[in-house]
């Protein structure tokens, strides 16, 4: 005859196994694979009226030229900064727009500053990033549009685009979780000015890729480092740009979409570089 310790045991046992089984049955049902074999999650709420054919987990946005119009103020500062080297250096041809879209656009600083630098065939020293703004190395350089940026933010401060609140506010209401991926170090600052932060516990910018040693764009790592904080499958969430790089960054993950918003990189440019999607307003991306 069995003891009761025996009888325990074996209770226990079955008990054990069947709390494992249902346990499997729960997370089979609540994970999948897409038709691109990315792990996703069955009870995503996102619905994108351009991409019907599943729901999608979270959102991770750039930030400059998605949330809010800062990338104008970027290129305003960028503009002012090269130009006023160039000219000081009789640098030719002259800074212009299309300058920031090809070397500049959503990069880390000082990557943008080496980049159009060796546009030119200018090499300069890297310096530290504590060089005084206007020092003439890499960090002087990329720490005078920093101050230039700050300035104007300051002075003018800064609203985010309507369409973009309204897809914020629809994601809130349905339970998405969302985070900002920036290569901006100063993302925490424009957020706040822009009276939306508190939408976003997650915000992977310059500061944080710096500090953690994260490659920043075009590598996909400081996405996928934000859908890792978030606690959802790369294959869940929509990487939203609007910048080449970005963009880039998105379509070299495994996320389940990349999304442009055109403001003024070019769609045909945006699908080019890997956007599944295109849009010119993020109001776009609610259903």
Same mark, same amino acid.
């Given at each position: 005859?069995?003891?009761?310790?025996?009888?325990?045991?074996?209770?226990?046992?079955?008990?054990?196994?069947?709390?494992?089984?249902?346990?499997?049955?729960?997370?089979?049902?609540?994970?999948?694979?897409?038709?691109?074999?990315?792990?996703?999650?069955?009870?995503?709420?996102? $619905?994108?009226? @351009?991409?019907?054919?599943?729901?999608?987990?979270?959102?991770?946005?750039?930030?400059?030229?998605?949330?809010?119009?800062?990338?104008?103020?970027?290129?305003?500062?960028?503009?002012?900064?090269?130009?006023?080297?160039?000219?000081?250096?009789?640098?030719?041809?002259?800074?212009?727009?299309?300058?920031?879209?090809?070397?500049?656009?959503?990069?880390?600083?000082?990557?943008? *500053?080496?980049?159009?630098?060796?546009?030119?065939?200018?090499?300069?020293?890297?310096?530290?990033?504590?060089?005084?703004?206007?020092? %003439?190395?890499?960090?002087?350089?990329?720490?005078?549009?920093?101050?230039?940026?700050?300035?104007?933010?300051?002075?003018?401060?800064?609203?985010?685009?309507?369409?973009?609140?309204?897809?914020?506010?629809?994601?809130? %209401?349905?339970?998405?979780?969302?985070?900002?991926?920036?290569?901006?170090?100063?993302?925490?600052?424009?957020? /706040?000015?822009?009276?939306?932060?508190?939408?976003?516990?997650?915000?992977?910018?310059?500061?944080?890729?710096?500090?953690?040693?994260?490659?920043?764009?075009?590598?996909?790592?400081?996405?996928?480092? /934000?859908? @890792?904080?978030?606690?959802?499958? %790369?294959?869940?969430? *929509? *990487? $939203?740009?609007?910048?080449?790089?970005?963009?880039?960054?998105?379509?070299?993950?495994?996320?389940?979409?990349?999304?442009?918003?055109?403001?003024?990189?070019?769609?045909?440019?945006?699908?080019?570089?890997?956007?599944?999607?295109?849009?010119?307003?993020?109001?776009?991306?609610?259903?």
């Amino acid at each position: 005859m069995d003891s009761p310790h025996s009888r325990v045991t074996s209770i226990g046992s079955a008990v054990g196994a069947n709390l494992v089984r249902v346990a499997g049955t729960l997370l089979a049902t609540r994970l999948a694979k897409d038709e691109g074999g990315r792990v996703t999650t069955t009870d995503n709420a996102w $619905v994108i009226p @351009q991409a019907t054919e599943r729901r999608y987990g979270a959102a991770l946005f750039d930030l400059d030229g998605v949330l809010t119009p800062t990338a104008e103020v970027h290129m305003r500062a960028w503009n002012r900064m090269f130009s006023d080297y160039f000219e000081a250096h009789h640098v030719s041809p002259a800074y212009t727009d299309d300058d920031y879209f090809a070397y500049v656009d959503g990069k880390p600083r000082y990557d943008g *500053v080496r980049a159009c630098l060796a546009s030119r065939g200018i090499t300069l020293p890297e310096g530290d990033p504590t060089d005084a703004a206007g020092t %003439e190395t890499v960090c002087g350089l990329g720490n005078a549009k920093n101050d230039m940026f700050a300035k104007v933010l300051r002075d003018e401060g800064i609203a985010p685009y309507a369409g973009s609140v309204a897809l914020i506010d629809h994601l809130k %209401e349905a339970g998405v979780p969302m985070a900002v991926v920036s290569s901006s170090r100063n993302a925490p600052e424009v957020l /706040a000015a822009a009276g939306i932060d508190h939408h976003f516990e997650i915000v992977v910018d310059g500061a944080v890729a710096a500090r953690d040693r994260i490659p920043g764009k075009p590598a996909p790592d400081t996405y996928q480092h /934000a859908a @890792q904080l978030l606690g959802v499958p %790369e294959g869940d969430a *929509v *990487v $939203v740009e609007d910048a080449i790089s970005g963009v880039q960054a998105g379509a070299a993950g495994d996320f389940g979409l990349v999304v442009g918003v055109d403001r003024g990189a070019g769609a045909d440019a945006l699908r080019a570089q890997g956007a599944d999607v295109v849009v010119a307003d993020l109001a776009e991306l609610i259903a």
